[in-house]
């Protein structure tokens, strides 16, 4: 298969309140590279820096140095309004709390990115069809989001995600607020679109989520700890991998 860089950071720095005396530094020097089709995890403990690492891939936020690159293009070159069509056009997002509106039917959710960039009715139409039957919420899609349960709410939240066909799916924790069973509906869920060729980042706290990911990031103060690939190793043993190293990383050894 051609394997096409998608996402480069390099040597990324971000510190906050630089100018103050006592400035944070939450990224001190991440440098990795995401191939077109990639379903990457970021681990970390609280505080490591996912969340920063997040905003500038999301290009909600800019690095202090160094650089951050989807397609070419270097996000921290664009200016707040080419930035939000940028994130519009090119990422879509899966939040822990699903972030849907609640005045507005699933549909209308799903629809929302669409409208915001001016899609035609049938076009918005032809488009939910697949996603309809290949997220199985044919059955709530003209229900409110207050209509549904949690599991359901993300699911319409990934459609939302993914029908302006991003480049990326950044997702935030997105098992967070689900229980178990539902959290692996999701994460199979997850498996089938990333299968299906979509490039997805998920930050996770949870080693059973990360290892639905192909490889996982491990960052410790600001910095990547270490890497894992799920190679040929059975989900399970891959998760005992990921649990062990999350161990290590909070024991603080090597
Ligand atoms: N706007 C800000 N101003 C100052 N410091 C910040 C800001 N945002 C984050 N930080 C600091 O940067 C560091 C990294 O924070 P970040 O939120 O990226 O961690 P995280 O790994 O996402 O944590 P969590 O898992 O708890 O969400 C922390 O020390 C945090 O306090």
Redesign the pocket.
């Known amino acids: 298969m051609f394997n096409m860089v998608l996402l480069k950071l390099d040597h990324v720095q971000k510190i ?2 630089a100018n103050s005396s006592h400035p ?1 530094a ?1 990224l001190k020097d991440v440098s990795f590279t995401v191939q077109d089709g990639e379903f990457v995890a970021i681990m ?10 997040l905003n500038i891939i999301a290009t909600l936020d800019n690095a202090t140095n160094g650089s951050a690159a989807l397609n070419g293009q270097d996000l921290s070159a664009l200016s707040k309004d080419e930035a939000a069509r940028y994130r519009r056009q090119h990422l879509g997002f899966v939040f822990q709390h699903f972030n849907l509106l609640d005045s507005l039917s699933n549909r209308d959710n799903v629809y929302l990115p669409l409208v915001l960039a001016r899609v035609a009715p049938d076009e918005m139409d032809r488009r939910i069809k697949p996603l309809v039957s290949r997220l199985r919420i044919a059955k709530i899609i003209d229900r409110y989001p207050s209509e549904v349960s949690g599991g359901q709410q993300q699911r319409i939240a990934i459609a939302r995600a993914l029908i302006t066909q991003p480049d990326v799916l950044l997702a935030d924790e997105p098992t967070g607020a689900l229980d178990s069973n539902t959290s692996q509906e999701i994460l199979d869920l997850f498996d089938d679109v990333n299968a299906n060729g979509q490039t997805i980042i998920m ?1 996770t ?1 949870s080693a059973a989520a990360a290892s639905h990911a192909k490889r996982t990031l491990f ?1 410790k103060d ?1 910095r990547i700890f270490h890497e894992l690939f799920r190679g040929d190793l059975s989900m399970k043993d891959y998760q005992v991998q990921i649990s062990n190293t999350m161990m290590t990383l909070t024991n603080g050894g090597e």
């Not at 970390?44 to 690492?53: D, Q």
């Open positions: 906050f309140e944070v939450a970390g403990e609280s505080g490591a820096g996912k969340s920063t690492l930050v706290h960052i600001g």
